[in-house]
């Protein structure tokens, strides 16, 4: 059913749809809207879950990899700091393999503190072994969460799934949403069956110590997990447009790209800004196009590379920097095409930190730039 | 792809500590012993068992020789003897 | 069986006291239990894969999370209705417990999680090899509070955590120590039987880290209490309702003469300090009325004189254990009592837990009476020290 709702209310209905049991997070935000809806469902008793306030985002990750290793559904919210006082329990929960979701409502981190939006957050944990999507809008926002948790659950992935949204731009957004049924919801998630959970029936030992002898097999079946996503999830995004009539992207969305030899790659709400300037750049008969990058973990290197192979002249644009070197996604795109001959030219441009607003006319200075020669970093809209 | 990162319960048992003792190992002399189990409560590797008076043992595939059995037993019935010694004994 | 629980095969030190508390706590659970463990000594000798001495379900995440790891747990088990049949317990080291992990420890006692909190007490960080933590007590020697010239050795005394659980109205606050099994196994029995966050704090003697032999654990962790450094103590609803007496307090130093982490205050220079720690054991005593009991007993004993004072030894009170034969004789507090003839101790054996021909002076404190009862027994004669 089609919805007015802000884009933190919508996320928590779908998480409500899916029946998370064991709930808990720590205010920051902009991630409070989505948790206070929640906590106020489980007190109406709209949801029967246990919600738990805890006195620091280290605990609720940990609150949530307790109830997910005792075998429930879980759910926990937080962005910037927090996500970043998580980081450590991030590891240990998919070292793991529990298959927690959580939304990330992205903030720029601190300092200067800063609470608006960009991408250093969730970027900074990507190499946590949590399967990363970016949503452009709160639509999409919602269809990753019920991707996510269907995605994380599955007994070839077992690993725990992080929905970026972006602070204010999408969580305070209103926006007409459409929000599936219950029965539709139950049919495309079944209820959660853990591999091995916490019982006095069969008392395993979680969390064990390991040795030279056997960590390095972990890892190697974290990341091998990582690369069957990529062949498991357009099959459960078939799935998905069955069960719900409307098609859901995991790995990347393709816009105008059929032709295209000027190319912007983007993640997250920018992506709709992009749009607007690629379909007036075509009206002027440019052959420009967009490539959005929903998964930033698992990468989905070679459906990149097969979407911009024919490009001459990309542009990534970021909201997160590695600091000293480039922006990640850039690095991200620049090695899909490593061992291929017909290199493009691949520019990196950084925008949008700190909430600063991504306008049609950065937009247009990035498209600009790119006749020039191949840009490592380069800032737009900067003040200096 | 999933590879066990849990252990199974009581797996330790594989691992046989008793190669660690060194040179000393305790002698459950069994003439005074009085089954009062202290010996049982104080081990740290809960490898000493028995039942009645004069039967308590310890499992030296575990037993590390810590001594502490020998320390608190009320009446002096076990103490703590040279390895080489108890296995010429026993032989 | 019940130490099939926590099974031999763990890689703990000779004489290691967490992996005694550890046991001795698992015996009184039983198997319905979840525990989630803090990272430190015990995770990692009981869990290195592929083996686990756990017979019960046991997770471990991090250092400081540990009671945040089971409130997920209780949650989980309380959604799913299986609460009732399943009990959980939060453990950890002192710097797990008292430092890095006292916030998360916070946030459990305040959401009044249905959740034992077990903390092995074993006065430094050992696991990294002897740093000084909150609960390394005054003047004892770490490699990150050493003695020198300038220096005692660490200059603060011990966090006192069972009053900061106090004061998150915790419903059931202990302390024990590995030396009296039976107390601590009380305790973890009684935790277990209240609904809501209950602490336990156990005294576990460290052979390498404290640098004893490791046969001496149990006396150390006996000594302890002796002297009144480790109060032994039990509070329900914030009052305390027990305390362990001392009867006779030891002076500090046949503790601290025993361990190397306090051999500097041995010194002409140290006599000062082992004044100061006397000060301590003196301050818990009176606090705590560690003695209280234990003078009204001495009084006791002042006033009736045993009618024979025959002398025993060790050795010839063991003979008197009532079988064969021989008479039923026990020791209480110096005192020999005959027990021959009562019903109560038919065979020598009472209870199939106390047995004539010992000193049962320690054993009294966990039974259900006091010692108004030996007045029904004749003394006939004294223990020899």
């Known amino acids: 059913m089609r919805q007015y709702l802000e884009g933190s209310h919508a996320v928590a209905e779908i998480v409500r749809l899916c029946k998370a049991q064991v709930i808990s997070a720590y205010p920051i935000t902009p991630q409070t809207h989505i948790v206070e809806s929640l906590a106020q469902m489980v007190a109406d008793g709209e949801l029967n879950a246990e919600f738990i306030n805890v006195e620091s985002e280290h605990s609720a990750a940990s609150v949530v990899q307790g109830a997910s290793a005792t075998g429930v559904r879980t759910y926990t919210a937080t962005t910037s700091q927090g996500l970043l006082y998580m980081i450590e329990?991030?590891?240990?929960?998919?070292?793991?393999?529990?298959?927690?979701?959580?939304?990330?409502?992205?903030?720029?981190?601190?300092?200067?503190?800063?609470?608006?939006?960009?991408?250093?957050?969730?970027?900074?944990?990507?190499?946590?072994?949590?399967?990363?999507?970016?949503?452009?809008?709160?639509?999409?926002?919602?269809?990753?969460?019920?991707?996510?948790?269907?995605?994380?659950?599955?007994?070839?992935?077992?690993?725990?799934?992080?929905?970026?949204?972006?602070g204010y731009i999408l969580?305070?957004?209103?926006?007409?949403?459409?929000?599936?049924?219950?029965?539709?919801?139950?049919?495309?998630?079944?209820?959660?069956?853990?591999?091995?959970?916490?019982?006095?029936?069969?008392?395993?030992?979680?969390?064990?110590?390991?040795?030279?002898?056997?960590?390095?097999?972990?890892?190697?079946?974290?990341h091998q997990t990582m690369m069957d996503a990529l062949n498991v999830i357009p099959g459960i995004?078939?799935?998905?447009?069955?069960?719900?009539?409307?098609?859901?992207?995991?790995?990347?969305?393709?816009?105008?790209?059929?032709?295209?030899?000027?190319?912007?790659?983007?993640?997250g709400s920018m992506v709709g800004t992009i749009k607007e300037m690629v379909d007036g750049l075509r009206e002027d008969g440019q052959k420009v196009g967009l490539l959005k990058v929903i998964a930033h973990r698992p990468f989905p290197k070679k459906i990149v590379y097969e979407a911009l192979k024919n490009a001459r002249e990309i542009a990534v644009l970021e909201k997160a920097i590695s600091l000293g070197e480039e922006g990640p996604l850039l690095s991200d795109v620049k090695s899909a095409f490593c061992g291929y001959g017909n290199q493009p030219k691949i520019s990196g441009f950084v925008l949008g930190l700190g909430g600063r607003d991504i306008t049609k006319k950065s937009i247009f200075e990035v498209y600009c730039a790119l006749a020039g020669s191949q840009i490592d970093v380069k800032f737009i809209d900067l003040k200096i | 792809m999933i590879i066990p990162v849990t252990s199974k319960p009581r797996t330790s048992k594989a691992n046989k500590t008793g190669t660690w003792r060194s040179g000393k190992k305790p002698h459950f002399i069994q003439k005074e012993c009085i089954a009062c189990?202290?010996?049982?409560?104080?081990?740290?590797?809960?490898?000493?068992?028995?039942?009645?008076?004069?039967?308590?043992?310890?499992?030296?595939?575990?037993?590390?020789?810590?001594?502490?059995?020998?320390?608190?037993?009320?009446?002096?019935?076990?103490?703590?003897?040279?390895e080489e010694w108890w296995r010429e004994t026993i032989s | 069986m019940a130490t099939e629980l926590f099974s031999s095969g763990h890689t703990a030190c000779a004489g290691c006291g967490q992996a005694l508390g550890a046991r001795l706590v698992l015996e009184a659970t039983g198997p319905n239990v979840v525990i989630a463990n803090a990272t430190g000594c015990l995770e990692v000798f009981t869990s290195r894969y592929p083996e686990s001495a756990w017979g019960v379900p046991w997770i471990h995440s991090l250092f400081q999370n540990a009671a945040a790891v089971a409130s997920g747990v209780?949650?989980?088990?309380?959604?799913?209705?299986?609460?009732?049949?399943?009990?959980?317990?939060?453990?950890?080291?002192?710097?797990?417990?008292a430092d890095i992990g006292m916030a998360s420890l916070s946030g459990m006692f305040d959401r009044g999680h249905d959740i034992l909190y077990v903390c092995y007490d074993n006065e430094a960080y050992m696991n990294t090899g002897v740093q000084r933590s909150g609960l390394t007590p005054f003047d004892s020697r770490t490699t990150t509070s050493p003695a020198g010239k300038k220096s005692f050795g660490n200059p603060r005394p011990k966090k006192n955590i069972p009053e900061i659980a106090n004061a998150h109205n915790v419903l059931y606050v202990a302390t024990a120590s590995v030396a009296f099994p039976k107390d601590l196994q009380k305790k973890v029995k009684k935790a277990l039987s209240i609904r809501?966050?209950?602490?336990?704090?156990?005294?576990?003697?460290?052979p390498l880290g404290w640098r004893h032999d490791p046969a001496l654990t149990y006396?150390?962790?006996?000594?302890?209490?002796?002297?009144?450094?480790?109060?032994?103590?039990?509070?329900?609803?914030?009052?305390?309702?027990?305390?362990?007496?001392?009867?006779?307090?030891?002076?500090?130093?046949?503790?601290?003469?025993?361990?190397?982490?306090?051999?500097?205050?041995?010194?002409?220079?140290?006599?000062?300090?082992?004044?100061?720690?006397?000060?301590?054991?003196?301050?818990?005593?009176?606090?705590?009325?560690?003695?209280?009991?234990?003078?009204?007993?001495?009084?006791?004993?002042?006033?009736?004189?045993?009618?024979?004072?025959?002398?025993?030894?060790?050795?010839?009170?063991?003979?008197?254990?009532?079988?064969?034969?021989?008479?039923?004789?026990?020791?209480?507090?110096?005192?020999?009592?005959?027990?021959?003839?009562?019903?109560?101790?038919?065979?020598?054996?009472?209870?199939?837990?106390?047995?004539?021909?010992?000193?049962?002076?320690?054993?009294?404190?966990?039974?259900?009476?006091g010692d108004e009862v030996f007045e029904r027994f004749k003394a006939v004669g004294v223990l020899k020290a």
């Not at chain 1, 959660?192 to 030279?212: Q, R």
């Not at chain 1, 992207?249 to 790659?265: H, P």
């Not at chain 3, 809501?196 to 460290?206: R, S």
């Not at chain 3, 305390?243 to 140290?270: C, M, N, S, W």
């Open chain 1, 89 to 166: 329990v991030l590891y240990s929960i998919a070292g793991l393999r529990l298959p927690v979701v959580l939304t990330c409502a992205n903030r720029a981190v601190s300092s200067p503190i800063n609470i608006w939006n960009d991408h250093q957050d969730s970027v900074t944990v990507r190499d946590a072994g949590w399967l990363q999507f970016y949503a452009e809008n709160n639509q999409e926002a919602c269809d990753l969460h019920l991707m996510a948790y269907r995605l994380a659950e599955d007994h070839n992935i077992m690993l725990p799934v992080m929905v970026c949204m972006d």
């Open chain 3, 196 to 206: 809501g966050p209950k602490y336990i704090q156990i005294f576990v003697p460290c």
């Open chain 1, 171 to 222: 969580t305070h957004a209103y926006e007409a949403v459409d929000l599936p049924e219950q029965s539709q919801v139950d049919k495309f998630l079944p209820e959660f069956n853990p591999i091995h959970c916490l019982n006095p029936d069969d008392p395993i030992s979680m969390g064990v110590l390991m040795g030279p002898e056997s960590y390095t097999e972990t890892r190697y079946a974290i």
């Open chain 3, 219 to 369: 006396d150390i962790a006996k000594l302890v209490v002796e002297t009144g450094l480790y109060p032994i103590l039990e509070y329900q609803d914030g009052k305390l309702i027990s305390v362990k007496t001392i009867e006779a307090p030891k002076p500090v130093d046949e503790y601290l003469k025993l361990q190397g982490r306090y051999a500097h205050l041995f010194t002409e220079r140290g006599k000062d300090e082992i004044a100061k720690i006397q000060a301590i054991a003196d301050g818990n005593i009176k606090k705590y009325g560690l003695l209280k009991e234990g003078k009204e007993v001495q009084k006791k004993m002042a006033a009736e004189k045993p009618a024979e004072e025959k002398i025993f030894t060790t050795a010839e009170l063991s003979k008197c254990d009532g079988k064969d034969g021989q008479p039923a004789y026990f020791a209480y507090n110096g005192k020999v009592y005959d027990i021959s003839g009562s019903d109560l101790w038919a065979d020598g054996a009472h209870y199939k837990m106390h047995f004539a021909g010992m000193d049962l002076t320690d054993a009294l404190s966990e039974a259900p009476h």
């Open chain 3, 74 to 97: 209780e949650a989980a088990l309380r959604i799913k209705g299986k609460l009732d049949q399943v009990r959980v317990i939060s453990q950890g080291g002192d710097g797990a417990t």
């Open chain 2, 37 to 82: 189990r202290l010996c049982v409560m104080v081990c740290p590797e809960g490898c000493i068992s028995g039942d009645k008076r004069c039967t308590y043992i310890a499992d030296f595939k575990y037993c590390k020789g810590c001594g502490n059995c020998a320390a608190v037993c009320p009446v002096a019935d076990i103490e703590m003897v040279k």
């Open chain 1, 237 to 267: 995004s078939d799935e998905f447009e069955r069960v719900f009539g409307r098609k859901v992207n995991c790995l990347i969305e393709k816009y105008r790209l059929e032709d295209a030899t000027q190319v912007f790659v983007a993640m």
